[in-house]
Structures are given as structure tokens and as C-alpha cells.
């Protein structure tokens, strides 16, 4: 939120230092950690990377505007199978183009379905986001020509970027997610500080009041939602590369359900809280799926029930107030 | 025409379970605003249980009873645990009530393993009857009369009892029906019991139909989420309406349709949602 | 010149009737003070006034215009506020949050997506303005839910006037107040003047007379009287429904 500072002290740049160490260390962490893990394990960072994309569009309509949606992943499958599709079955292979039409089919879809979602609210919403996920799922597994069914499509390769003599490893798939993330992440945070995103958490905290202090609030929802699809979008077709397939289980109530934890664990009052989320689902995931993969929804729905009883308000909210102590000791009054 | 009343007959039968099923769910949101995803694992905790019961060389009338029983401890233990403590909370009711459903479905899998089963109808009414020139399942008859019984005795505790006079009153309002005099969190607990009781006797009920697989608890929410849109949330005489219009719909939609089942149903939630948000009889905006 | 008309408005609730065939009109500058009994239909007329409810007859005149179908929203551009009987503040977010998210509701920056909200200075300086004028400036930084009562309904009304309405509908913005605060809240209202209409709905009769140059009462959702303060205080309709139960719907008026 705004803050004024009004009393800059000689030790103002410590209290910068302390304030943001923090950002700038896990920064350069994410940057220098690919260098250091082998192999296996970079592609577990850019998936990541990819969710904390997807988790990031969730948390701008869930956790800044309030809408909480059972069908997220509806956007994030919209852009990862119009991706696959128009690179195997249309040979569109420049990285440019199809990203860019399946970025804009996802927001097209979004635009679609938050007319449909947004006529309703609270517990009929969470219900319609539903189903409507849900068609995307049923659509995907039914239209076999176009989708491959169940089995989904298979083969992408990587994206071609149109730069001569650049063949891809794994490490620079890497930062070139980062750098997506990077720009993603930047480009949300300023609508989230800027009058619109103020607007949004006014209306998540009485949309009543906003109205009545001139607020068109359904269109502030509308376009938050489009924007959160378009975003979702973007993961979407990051993943397609990142897997090389596509399957239906990317638009499923499955997936819109993990993001979910992923944002509520990472904190939805924080803007990086999604990342963090990102950070600590896919390490769960990982280690699941060596020593216990047979478990993995039962150990999930175990952090779904520990995240929503024990860990108000998300790991990197606690992580924060947990900050704001050790920085008072330096002068910083709020963390 | 025979094949008319099949379906018709198939629908009804099914709608009848539907309701069994709903009851649980709608006097839960109904009375406690509390949507409880996992009402779903309950009806697949009771078909699990009932199917136990029968390989273990039970009677088909006491599995199904068990099998309810333990649905509703099941339920019990949830809402005395998690959900009383979530009151009016929709989002973590909905995050705590889905993370349920996960462990609950992961646990069947461990269990019983991935595969649907089955178990036979009582010896009784296992021998089909003839209409026309088809045979069908006397069983299905059988859940239908259940079905009438159990809303009858329902629809006389709800409409007619003072405990029932008192959940309603707390439906509208909450405050007003902890001052009446009876310890009405107990009320809620007690009616929540019942509602998961039913619903996982439903579950048993219905394996020797539509058989128990360990991922059936969100579709057979479903269902029921329709039906209690669909007829209104609190209303037992509307969620009887709305299961026997979704189960016939259901019944004939599978016949005609190849690949029909959910994905219509899907469309058909997201219209009701739209249109008819309170439903067809109810009697509670949530 | 007349700030708003209401004609025939009527509201019913399948069978309930909160609004029947209301009619009357509030000049320009006027201060108007609606009374009536509880469940006497005055939230419900402010609701159907702001455009929380639709009517379902009659018709509501903002400055000669027809806003009777309009969203709330587009009301406010035309000149309307108002503040709620129960607090509705954004009590997650600061004083000074609250405030500038109400000063920026009739500003066009509103759309703005990219630039942040901290450029915008001009807006903070008002912020200021509005919030000492309350005595609120020392709690910017505090949040709503830890401000007390008193000062939360005194914000509620700083964000009515946030966006310098013509015509600002208050909703018992007396109630639950200490004596003094109440009589803060009479001398800012009469500080007003002409240049804002003025509509209250109150139950204080301190602050119904210090305030109102004319009185509508309501009951049953009917106006059955309609005066200056002089003639309603005389009237004996008003008197035997209303004014005959003040002992008990008085506020505090002794602590």
C-alpha cells in the first residue's frame, strides 16, 4: 500500500539495505542456482518458475480483487494446447507469433467466461468458474482432432526464436523463463500499485463502497479477470515448451486446484507470495514424486488442510512480519 | 414406448438416489452456509464401506446401513474439527473442503485400488421384471419406494418437527435461532450427522447401479450441487423436484448422447447458476 | 433549481412494500431530514436514491435528470454521495488509503494501470485537507479496524465528501455517537451551507432539529407528513406514531 516516508535519517541507506536485502539475495539466487544444480534439477526450477507465472495471474483477481476461481487453469490450457497446436498442426513455428495468438486466445477465452462468471458472485461464482473450467477440460478430451483427446499432443519442440545458429539447452530455457518471469512480474506489479490496482482491493474490501464512491466495478472485475487470463496464458504456453506435451490434465480442476494452493501458501497478501508458494509446491512435488508418487494428492490435500487451519495468511506473510522485527531493531518501523 | 419407461424409470431411480444424496448437501448450505465439498468423498466412503461389508460375507441391508454410519462419524468428525470452526468463510471452506476430497480419495485409491466395483443387490430383488419386451432391475424399483419413504420421512422432520421448525428458523437467521432456547450449534452438528448419514446410505445404495471408483467424489457432487441449485437449497420437497428433473435428464441424455454425461451437465449448472440462482422452490439466498 | 425529485417511487419486495408511491422534491442547498420509525422504509428510499435498489415504480430526478435506471456508479458522476448507516469502510486498509480510493472515484486517473498511484500528489494533498478537517490526519496511517467508532463513522462521512458531491445522502450519521461527537458532526453539516444538498436520515432529534430546514416523515414506507421543523414538532399524526416513543428510541443523550 502507499506509504509517505516523511523523516529520511542519516541511516536511511541501512534501512534500504535491510529492507530490501532480502529481494535482492533471493534475486541473485535465482539467478545463480541453475549454474550450481545439475541438470535434473534445472527443469524442476523452470516449471517454478512457470507456476509462480501462473500463481502470480491467479493471485491479481484472487487475492488483490477477491475473486477466487475454481477454474483458472482453463487460461493456462488455453495457451498451452493453442501453442501445441499451432506449432504441430499449423507448422507455425516462429516462437513470436504463436505465443502472441495463444497469449491473445487465452484473454479472449477469459473475456468470454468473465461475462458469463461475473453475473454472479460469492459461492455462485466459485461454482460457475467451475463448470466452466470444466468445459475446457471436456472440450479438450472430446475434440480429438484438434487436441488429441486424452492423449494430448505431443512432439513441441523448442520454441524457435528466430535467432540464427542458437540451438536451446537446458539452462538457457531457464532464463529465458526467468526472463519472463522477470517481465511478467513487473508488468503486474505496477498495474497492482498503480490507481487500477488500488481499485481492485478496494472493491475485494467493499465493492458496496467502491460503487457508491463511483467505481464502475464490474468493469473493474472484467478487466482483472481478463488480464489474469491473459497472464495464465502466458504460463500456459511457457509449459507447453517446457514439457513438450500437452495433455487435457492442463485445464483440469487438478491443476486449477494446485495453483490455488500454491497462491494461499504463498500468501495472498504479498505480492511475490505466489512465487514463494511456487517455490515450496513444486519442491513438495518433487519429492513426492521420489519417494511417495502414489501419495501425492493425499499429501497435497495435507498441505491444502495444514495451510488453511495453522498458516494464516501464507508463508511469505509470516515471512514479512517475521522481517519487520529484525528490521525495527535497525530503525525501519515497518517491515 | 417400453423404452420410455426404462429410461424414465432409470431416471427416476437414480433422481431418488440424487435426492437421498442432495438432502445432506443442501441442509448443510441451507442451514450452516457452509459449502462442503467433500460431501461427495461421503457418498464414495459409503459405497467403499458397503462393499467391505459384503466381501467380508455381510447382509446387503446391514452393509448398506454401515456404510452410512460411517459416512456420517466421517461427517461428523469433519465438521466438529474443521468446519464449524469456518463458519461463513466461504474461501477456506472451500480450499479446507477440497484438500479433504484429495486425502479421502487418495486414501480409497490406497485401499481399494483404481478400479470401479461393484457388489450385488440383496438375492430378493435381483431377479429383473419385464416390461414389454425388456427386462429391468427389480432393485431399481426398490430405490425408488426408498427414495418416496425416505422423503416423506424427511420432509415430516423438516416441515413438521420443532427441531426441524428450528433448523429453518436458523436458515434465515442464525442469531435469532441460538436465542430460541435449544442448543442449536448441537441442532447443526446433529442435522449435519444426519445429512452425511444419508448421504453416504446413498452411496451405498447406489453401488450396485453405478458401482464405487476412489475419483467419484467430485462428479457425484456435481450432481447433487445441480440439484440443490436446481430445487433451491433448504427445501426438501425441492431438492426431490430437482434430483428426479436431473436423474431423468441424466437418464435420457445417456441414451440418446454417446459421450453425453458430464459435460452437458456442466452447461446445465452454469444456465441454473445464471438464471435461477435460488432455484426452482428454494428458500434461501446464499 | 431543484436537486432531486422523486415521483411515485415505490419498492416492493414480493409483498413487502419499503416504498410507497414516494413523492417529494429537495431544492438546491436545501438540508432535508427524513424521520420515521424503525422499519419505516428510510434506508430503503436512500437505497432506492443511490441505486443499490431498483425501483419498482415511479421515477428519481437528479438535477433534472432521469437516474431512476442508472448504476450507482454514474450517479456519483452526476453529483451523488452518500454515506451507510453501518459502517462500510475498507477496514483492511489505512485511513489514508480510504481516503485517496475516495478521492480518486470521480478522477479520470482512476483507469490509470501502468503509472503508480503514489504520482499522483495532487490527491494527497487533498487527502490531507479532508481528513484535518475531521481531525482524523494524526490516524492516516492507522488501520480502519483499529480506529475507534466515533472516528470510523466520521470517516465514513469524510469519504461522502470526498468527491465533492451536489447532493449527499447521510444515512444516521449520528448514531452511536458521544454527545460531543455528534455535536461535531451538527456544526459540519450546518458548515456546509447552500453549496451541497444536504439529505439526512436520523433518529437524533438534536441532530435532526440543530440541522434540517425542512422534515419528511416516513411510515410504512409512506410520507404522512412533510414540514418545517416547527410544524412536524407540532403535528399530532406525527407525534402519536413517532415523536410519542422518544424515550425509547433516543439515543444517549445523558452519558
Same mark, same amino acid.
Given at each position: 500500500?502507499?506509504?509517505?516516508?516523511?523523516?529520511?535519517?542519516?541511516?536511511?541507506?541501512?534501512?534500504?539495505?535491510?529492507?530490501?536485502?532480502?529481494?535482492?539475495?533471493?534475486?541473485?539466487?535465482?539467478?545463480?542456482?541453475?549454474?550450481?544444480?545439475?541438470?535434473?534439477?534445472?527443469?524442476?526450477?523452470?516449471?517454478?518458475?512457470?507456476?509462480?507465472?501462473?500463481?502470480?495471474?491467479?493471485?491479481?483477481?484472487?487475492?488483490?480483487?477477491?475473486?477466487?476461481?475454481?477454474?483458472?487453469?482453463?487460461?493456462?490450457?488455453?495457451?498451452?494446447?493453442?501453442?501445441? %497446436?499451432?506449432?504441430?498442426?499449423?507448422?507455425?513455428?516462429?516462437?513470436?507469433?504463436?505465443?502472441?495468438?495463444?497469449?491473445?486466445?487465452?484473454?479472449?477465452?477469459?473475456?468470454?467466461?468473465?461475462?458469463?462468471?461475473?453475473?454472479?458472485?460469492?459461492?455462485?461464482?466459485?461454482?460457475?468458474?467451475?463448470?466452466?473450467?470444466?468445459?475446457?477440460?471436456?472440450?479438450?478430451?472430446?475434440?480429438?482432432?484438434?487436441?488429441?483427446?486424452?492423449?494430448?499432443?505431443?512432439?513441441?519442440?523448442?520454441?524457435?526464436?528466430?535467432?540464427?545458429?542458437?540451438?536451446?539447452?537446458?539452462?538457457?530455457?531457464?532464463?529465458?523463463?526467468?526472463?519472463?518471469?522477470?517481465?511478467?512480474?513487473?508488468?503486474?506489479?505496477?498495474?497492482?500499485?498503480?490507481?487500477?490496482?488500488?481499485?481492485?482491493?478496494?472493491?475485494?474490501?467493499?465493492?458496496?463502497?467502491?460503487?457508491?464512491?463511483?467505481?464502475?466495478?464490474?468493469?473493474?472485475?472484467?478487466?482483472?479477470?481478463?488480464?489474469?487470463?491473459?497472464?495464465?496464458?502466458?504460463?500456459?504456453?511457457?509449459?507447453?515448451?517446457?514439457?513438450?506435451?500437452?495433455?487435457?490434465?492442463?485445464?483440469?480442476?487438478?491443476?486449477?486446484?494446485?495453483?490455488?494452493?500454491?497462491?494461499?501458501?504463498?500468501?495472498?497478501?504479498?505480492?511475490?507470495?505466489?512465487?514463494?508458494?511456487?517455490?515450496?509446491?513444486?519442491?513438495?512435488?518433487?519429492?513426492?514424486?521420489?519417494?511417495?508418487?502414489?501419495?501425492?494428492?493425499?499429501?497435497?490435500?495435507?498441505?491444502?488442510? %495444514?495451510?488453511?487451519?495453522?498458516?494464516?495468511?501464507? %508463508?511469505?506473510?509470516?515471512?514479512?512480519?517475521?522481517?519487520?522485527?529484525?528490521?525495527?531493531?535497525?530503525?525501519?518501523?515497518?517491515? | 414406448?417400453?423404452?420410455?419407461?426404462?429410461?424414465?424409470?432409470?431416471?427416476?431411480?437414480?433422481?431418488?438416489?440424487?435426492?437421498?444424496?442432495?438432502?445432506?448437501?443442501?441442509?448443510?448450505?441451507?442451514?450452516?452456509?457452509?459449502?462442503?465439498?467433500?460431501?461427495?468423498?461421503?457418498?464414495?466412503?459409503?459405497?467403499?464401506?458397503?462393499?467391505?461389508?459384503?466381501?467380508?460375507?455381510?447382509?446387503?441391508?446391514?452393509?448398506?446401513?454401515?456404510?452410512?454410519?460411517?459416512?456420517?462419524?466421517?461427517?461428523?468428525?469433519?465438521?466438529?474439527?474443521?468446519?464449524?470452526?469456518?463458519?461463513?468463510?466461504?474461501?477456506?471452506?472451500?480450499?479446507?473442503?477440497?484438500?479433504?476430497?484429495?486425502?479421502?480419495?487418495?486414501?480409497?485409491?490406497?485401499?481399494?485400488?483404481?478400479?470401479?466395483?461393484?457388489?450385488?443387490?440383496?438375492?430378493?430383488?435381483?431377479?429383473?421384471?419385464?416390461?414389454?419386451?425388456?427386462?429391468?432391475?427389480?432393485?431399481?424399483?426398490?430405490?425408488?419406494?426408498?427414495?418416496?419413504?425416505?422423503?416423506?420421512?424427511?420432509?415430516?422432520?423438516?416441515?413438521?418437527?420443532?427441531?426441524?421448525?428450528?433448523?429453518?428458523?436458523?436458515?434465515?437467521?442464525?442469531?435469532?435461532?441460538?436465542?430460541?432456547?435449544?442448543?442449536?450449534?448441537?441442532?447443526?452438528?446433529?442435522?449435519?450427522?444426519?445429512?452425511?448419514?444419508?448421504?453416504?446410505?446413498?452411496?451405498?445404495?447406489?453401488?450396485?447401479?453405478?458401482?464405487?471408483?476412489?475419483?467419484?467424489?467430485?462428479?457425484?457432487?456435481?450432481?447433487?450441487?445441480?440439484?440443490?441449485?436446481?430445487?433451491?437449497?433448504?427445501?426438501?420437497?425441492?431438492?426431490?423436484?430437482?434430483?428426479?428433473?436431473?436423474?431423468?435428464?441424466?437418464?435420457?441424455?445417456?441414451?440418446?448422447?454417446?459421450?453425453?454425461?458430464?459435460?452437458?451437465?456442466?452447461?446445465?449448472?452454469?444456465?441454473?447458476?445464471?438464471?435461477?440462482?435460488?432455484?426452482?422452490?428454494?428458500?434461501?439466498?446464499? | 433549481?431543484?436537486?432531486?425529485?422523486?415521483?411515485?417511487?415505490?419498492?416492493?419486495?414480493?409483498?413487502?412494500?419499503?416504498?410507497?408511491?414516494?413523492?417529494?422534491?429537495?431544492?438546491?442547498?436545501?438540508?432535508?431530514?427524513?424521520?420515521?420509525?424503525?422499519?419505516?422504509?428510510?434506508?430503503?428510499?436512500?437505497?432506492?436514491?443511490?441505486?443499490?435498489?431498483?425501483?419498482?415504480?415511479?421515477?428519481?430526478?437528479?438535477?433534472?435528470?432521469?437516474?431512476?435506471?442508472?448504476?450507482?456508479?454514474?450517479?456519483?458522476?452526476?453529483?451523488?454521495?452518500?454515506?451507510?448507516?453501518?459502517?462500510?469502510?475498507?477496514?483492511?486498509?489505512?485511513?489514508?488509503?480510504?481516503?485517496?480510493?475516495?478521492?480518486?472515484?470521480?478522477?479520470?486517473?482512476?483507469?490509470?494501470?501502468?503509472?503508480?498511484?503514489?504520482?499522483?500528489?495532487?490527491?494527497?494533498?487533498?487527502?490531507?485537507?479532508?481528513?484535518?478537517?475531521?481531525?482524523?490526519?494524526?490516524?492516516?496511517?492507522?488501520?480502519?479496524?483499529?480506529?475507534?467508532?466515533?472516528?470510523?463513522?466520521?470517516?465514513?462521512?469524510?469519504?461522502?465528501?470526498?468527491?465533492?458531491?451536489?447532493?449527499?445522502?447521510?444515512?444516521?450519521?449520528?448514531?452511536?455517537?458521544?454527545?460531543?461527537?455528534?455535536?461535531?458532526?451538527?456544526?459540519?453539516?450546518?458548515?456546509?451551507?447552500?453549496?451541497?444538498?444536504?439529505?439526512?436520515?436520523?433518529?437524533?432529534?438534536?441532530?435532526?432539529?440543530?440541522?434540517?430546514?425542512?422534515?419528511?416523515?416516513?411510515?410504512?414506507?409512506?410520507?404522512?407528513?412533510?414540514?418545517?421543523?416547527?410544524?412536524?414538532?407540532?403535528?399530532?399524526?406525527?407525534?402519536?406514531?413517532?415523536?410519542?416513543?422518544?424515550?425509547?428510541?433516543?439515543?444517549?443523550?445523558?452519558?
Amino acid at each position: 500500500m502507499v506509504r509517505i516516508n516523511l523523516k529520511p535519517t542519516s541511516y536511511a541507506w541501512l534501512e534500504q539495505l535491510v529492507r530490501f536485502g532480502p529481494y535482492i539475495i533471493t534475486g541473485l539466487l535465482f539467478v545463480i542456482l541453475p549454474l550450481l544444480v545439475p541438470l535434473y534439477l534445472q527443469s524442476m526450477l523452470s516449471k517454478v518458475l512457470i507456476f509462480a507465472i501462473f500463481a502470480l495471474s491467479l493471485n491479481l483477481i484472487w487475492g488483490y480483487t477477491g475473486l477466487m476461481s475454481l477454474g483458472h487453469a482453463a487460461y493456462f490450457g488455453m495457451g498451452a494446447y493453442t501453442s501445441a %497446436i499451432l506449432v504441430t498442426h499449423y507448422g507455425i513455428e516462429n516462437f513470436w507469433i504463436s505465443s502472441a495468438c495463444s497469449i491473445l486466445m487465452a484473454g479472449l477465452l477469459a473475456a468470454v467466461f468473465g461475462i458469463i462468471a461475473l453475473r454472479v458472485s460469492g459461492l455462485y461464482f466459485l461454482l460457475v468458474t467451475l463448470a466452466l473450467g470444466q468445459l475446457v477440460y471436456y472440450v479438450a478430451v472430446a475434440w480429438e482432432p484438434m487436441t488429441g483427446g486424452m492423449n494430448g499432443i505431443i512432439g513441441i519442440p523448442r520454441p524457435d526464436l528466430g535467432i540464427p545458429g542458437f540451438t536451446w539447452n537446458a539452462t538457457y530455457f531457464y532464463f529465458f523463463v526467468l526472463l519472463a518471469l522477470i517481465i511478467c512480474f513487473f508488468l503486474l506489479y505496477r498495474m497492482v500499485k498503480s490507481p487500477f490496482g488500488h481499485a481492485l482491493q478496494g472493491i475485494r474490501e467493499s465493492e458496496t463502497r467502491m460503487r457508491v464512491l463511483g467505481y464502475n466495478t464490474w468493469l473493474y472485475k472484467y478487466i482483472a479477470f481478463i488480464v489474469g487470463g491473459l497472464f495464465a496464458g502466458v504460463a500456459g504456453v511457457l509449459f507447453s515448451y517446457f514439457l513438450g506435451v500437452v495433455g487435457p490434465g492442463q485445464a483440469s480442476v487438478t491443476t486449477s486446484t494446485i495453483v490455488l494452493l500454491i497462491v494461499i501458501i504463498g500468501s495472498t497478501r504479498v505480492f511475490w507470495g505466489p512465487v514463494i508458494g511456487a517455490v515450496v509446491v513444486v519442491l513438495l512435488e518433487y519429492f513426492a514424486s521420489l519417494y511417495a508418487p502414489a501419495r501425492w494428492p493425499l499429501i497435497l490435500g495435507g498441505v491444502f488442510v %495444514i495451510s488453511v487451519m495453522f498458516l494464516r495468511g501464507g %508463508i511469505s506473510l509470516n515471512l514479512l512480519r517475521l522481517w519487520g522485527r529484525v528490521g525495527y531493531q535497525y530503525g525501519s518501523a515497518k517491515g | 414406448m417400453d423404452l420410455l419407461v426404462i429410461n424414465l424409470l432409470n431416471g427416476i431411480s437414480f433422481g431418488m438416489i440424487l435426492f437421498l444424496f442432495a438432502m445432506g448437501l443442501s441442509i448443510t448450505l441451507g442451514v450452516m452456509g457452509v459449502l462442503n465439498l467433500t460431501h461427495g468423498a461421503l457418498f464414495m466412503i459409503g459405497g467403499f464401506v458397503g462393499l467391505s461389508v459384503v466381501n467380508a460375507g455381510g447382509n446387503f441391508w446391514l452393509a448398506v446401513l454401515l456404510g452410512g454410519i460411517t459416512a456420517g462419524l466421517v461427517g461428523l468428525a469433519m465438521e466438529w474439527l474443521f468446519l464449524r470452526r469456518l463458519y461463513r468463510q466461504l474461501d477456506d471452506q472451500v480450499l479446507l473442503t477440497l484438500g479433504l476430497v484429495y486425502i479421502l480419495g487418495n486414501i480409497a485409491l490406497w485401499i481399494y485400488g483404481g478400479r470401479v466395483k461393484i457388489f450385488r443387490p440383496p438375492s430378493l430383488l435381483a431377479s429383473p421384471i419385464a416390461i414389454g419386451d425388456y427386462t429391468f432391475p427389480l432393485y431399481r424399483l426398490a430405490l425408488i419406494a426408498i427414495g418416496v419413504v425416505a422423503f416423506i420421512g424427511l420432509w415430516w422432520l423438516i416441515e413438521r418437527t420443532r427441531i426441524g421448525a428450528i433448523i429453518r428458523a436458523g436458515m434465515d437467521n442464525r442469531e435469532m435461532a441460538t436465542g430460541l432456547g435449544v442448543n442449536y450449534p448441537l441442532a447443526c452438528s446433529a442435522v449435519f450427522t444426519l445429512g452425511a448419514f444419508v448421504g453416504g446410505f446413498a452411496g451405498s445404495l447406489a453401488t450396485p447401479v453405478i458401482g464405487v471408483v476412489f475419483t467419484m467424489s467430485l462428479d457425484i457432487l456435481l450432481y447433487a450441487l445441480i440439484v440443490v441449485v436446481v430445487g433451491g437449497p433448504g427445501s426438501v420437497l425441492g431438492t426431490l423436484v430437482g434430483a428426479l428433473i436431473i436423474g431423468v435428464i441424466d437418464a435420457f441424455g445417456k441414451a440418446l448422447i454417446q459421450d453425453f454425461a458430464m459435460f452437458t451437465m456442466y452447461i446445465v449448472l452454469i444456465i441454473m447458476l445464471l438464471v435461477k440462482p435460488a432455484g426452482i422452490l428454494g428458500r434461501k439466498q446464499v | 433549481m431543484e436537486a432531486l425529485k422523486v415521483e411515485g417511487l415505490s419498492k416492493d419486495f414480493g409483498g413487502v412494500h419499503a416504498a410507497r408511491d414516494v413523492s417529494f422534491s429537495v431544492e438546491a442547498g436545501e438540508h432535508l431530514a427524513i424521520i420515521g420509525p424503525n422499519g419505516a422504509g428510510k434506508t430503503t428510499l436512500f437505497n432506492l436514491l443511490s441505486g443499490q435498489l431498483t425501483a419498482t415504480a415511479g421515477r428519481v430526478y437528479l438535477f433534472g435528470q432521469d437516474i431512476t435506471r442508472m448504476p450507482t456508479h454514474r450517479r456519483v458522476d452526476l453529483g451523488l454521495a452518500r454515506s451507510f448507516q453501518l459502517t462500510t469502510l475498507f477496514l483492511n486498509l489505512t485511513v489514508l488509503d480510504n481516503t485517496l480510493l475516495a478521492l480518486q472515484g470521480t478522477q479520470p486517473s482512476r483507469f490509470q494501470m501502468f503509472r503508480s498511484a503514489t504520482a499522483y500528489k495532487h490527491l494527497f494533498t487533498k487527502a490531507q485537507e479532508l481528513l484535518d478537517s475531521m481531525d482524523l490526519w494524526e490516524k492516516k496511517d492507522d488501520l480502519v479496524q483499529a480506529i475507534s467508532y466515533g472516528e470510523q463513522r466520521k470517516l465514513e462521512i469524510a469519504l461522502s465528501l470526498a468527491s465533492e458531491p451536489k447532493l449527499l445522502l447521510l444515512d444516521e450519521p449520528s448514531t452511536g455517537l458521544t454527545a460531543t461527537e455528534s455535536a461535531d458532526i451538527i456544526s459540519m453539516i450546518r458548515n456546509l451551507g447552500s453549496d451541497i444538498t444536504v439529505i439526512i436520515v436520523a433518529h437524533d432529534m438534536d441532530l435532526v432539529f440543530g440541522v434540517a430546514e425542512r422534515i419528511i416523515v416516513l411510515h410504512y414506507g409512506e410520507i404522512i407528513a412533510e414540514g418545517t421543523p416547527e410544524e412536524i414538532s407540532a403535528d399530532s399524526k406525527v407525534k402519536e406514531i413517532y415523536m410519542g416513543g422518544e424515550e425509547t428510541t433516543g439515543n444517549a443523550q445523558s452519558s
